[in-house]
């Protein structure tokens, strides 16, 4: 039986995307650089700051000082504007209620910079509690790597096999696998089925409410 639903942010919870994009091409313009659609940065964020700032980079230019640079120009406009249109995701606020009804906890866990992760939760998310928000901290590893995660099944004193994992990627996939929780993959967010199956999805879902369609089904049999 589940007694966590251990959220990724991005892309799973609230759209960030045309605010991350908008912050990257500001930095690439500035610094000489062509910026990208909106859809390229689907394939672009994910795995960390410097690892987007490397993938938008042009190959002649992704040297340490250059993606050093770019990323915290990108970080200081994102700091202005990541509020401009991220929203949560339609049904996203139904289950987040329902999910304690349930008798389950919530947690998040995001790759993106811890402090813009508990500040965009406590803006956007604010009526729902969570026992854990936690994004990308100094010399920690991020995801794919399960230590995170696994220090959070520990705080909880929560089995990982006791987890529902919800992301959109292939890193949030195989995170979970890597900590032995239930890995599904949502839809509506930046990545493909294919890549969710292949990185070990044991779901695919492409509403938010299926969330709780899983969980009953589980918790029922």
Known sequence: MFKAVLFDLDGTLLYTLKDVADAMNESLVHFGYPPHPVDAYKYFIGDSLEVETYRALPESARTEDIIKKVAVYSEEIYDKCWGDNTHPYPGIPEIL???????????????????????????????????????????????????????????????????????????????????????????????????????GAKAIIDNPLDVLSIIDKRQNA
Not at 173 to 178: I, K
């Open 97 to 199: 209620t329902e999910l304690p009804r349930r008798g389950l906890s919530s947690v998040i866990l995001s790759n993106k910079n811890d402090r813009f992760t508990k500040v965009m939760v406590q803006k956007l998310l604010p009526q729902w509690r969570f026992k854990i928000v936690q994004g990308a901290l100094p010399d920690v590893p991020l995801k794919p790597d399960p230590v995170m995660a696994l220090q959070i099944t520990k705080k909880l004193q929560i089995p990982p096999e006791q987890f529902f994992y919800l992301g959109d990627t292939n890193t949030d996939m195989q995170t979970a696998v890597s900590a032995g929780m239930f890995p599904v993959g949502c839809l509506w967010g930046y990545r493909t089925a294919d890549e969710l199956l292949a990185s």
